[in-house]
């Protein structure tokens, strides 16, 4: 991640998935997610009403079950923006409800957001 005043910062932000049929998930899909350097922890369920953060990097960027109120999305029209379609992530023909959590068909769907001053790449793989 990099803001504009030239700040660069690294974060590895390890997310374990648990066992479906924990009670605690009431249902939903869940786990924690921890931050490399220990500094964050944080538990989350998706799949339920409740609105969860999967981590909040340095308050720069973050994952969570809903889209906040107030961010915008990045690219209704991914080419109006100079963006490579195959890195957009579009919603569908609407736009998601915001402060909501996504369920039913979209119950795993994940939102990552940044600060408008912060440029990052999100790297996702599974061990």
Not at 81 to 106: I, V, W
Request: charged residues 20%; aromatic residues 12%; glycine residues 8%.
């Amino acid at each position: 991640m990099r803001n504009n005043n030239g700040q660069v910062r690294t974060s590895t932000e390890e997310i374990y998935i648990s066992n479906p049929d924990w009670p605690k998930l009431k249902g939903g899909l869940g786990g924690d997610t921890r931050q490399s350097d220990g500094t964050e922890f944080y538990d989350w369920v998706l799949g339920t009403e409740a609105k969860h953060t999967l981590f909040k990097s340095h308050n720069w960027c973050q994952a969570r079950n809903y889209v906040e109120g107030g961010h915008n999305l990045v690219g209704v029209n991914p080419t109006k923006m100079a963006l490579n379609t195959a890195t957009f992530h579009a919603f569908g023909s609407s736009e998601p409800k915001r402060d909501t959590a996504f369920q039913n068909n979209e119950k795993y769907r994940i939102s990552f957001s940044c600060d408008p001053n912060v440029t990052a790449t999100f790297i996702i793989y599974d061990r």
